[in-house]
């Protein structure tokens, strides 16, 4: 059924890293477009991530080598590894994801482009 689960999130200093992963429960989402967006408070959700359908990936200017996506399509989950986090990291991480196996650009994607998204995971970094 059509479902987003993330997990992993968490509390870290400046500099450390961070793995969180999205789990999904739709055998159909293994080759469809799954990006991974973030929200600040106060600030509007943006995209980080876009995972194609294909497993090839676009990232947004700001992840600058920091961040990598992969996929287990046999635990169908998609995980965001992310390396020296700053607190401009800090925010609610979600997983999506969209009909088609290509993805909109990170840095101009917008919330409505997904029509199926999940609950977040928190992510805090501390100076």
């Known amino acids: 059924h059509a479902q987003l689960v993330e997990a992993g999130g968490g509390s870290v200093h400046n500099g450390g890293s961070l793995r969180i992963s999205c789990e999904y429960f739709d055998d159909e989402l293994n080759e469809r477009c799954m990006p991974w967006f973030r929200q600040a408070p106060g600030r509007n959700r943006e995209g980080v991530i876009g995972?194609?359908?294909?497993?090839?990936?676009k990232y947004a200017n700001f992840v600058k080598g920091r961040f990598t996506v992969s996929r287990d399509t046999t635990k169908r989950t998609l995980y965001l590894q992310m390396n020296r986090l700053t607190p401009e990291d800090t925010g609610m991480y979600y997983c999506?994801?969209?009909?088609?196996?290509?993805?909109?650009?990170?840095?101009?994607?917008?919330?409505?482009?997904?029509?199926?998204w999940g609950q977040g995971t928190q992510v805090t970094v501390s100076s």
């Open positions: 999506a994801a969209k009909r088609g196996v290509r993805c909109p650009d990170p840095n101009y994607a917008e919330k409505s482009d997904y029509g199926l």
């Open positions: 995972n194609e359908g294909d497993h090839t990936s």
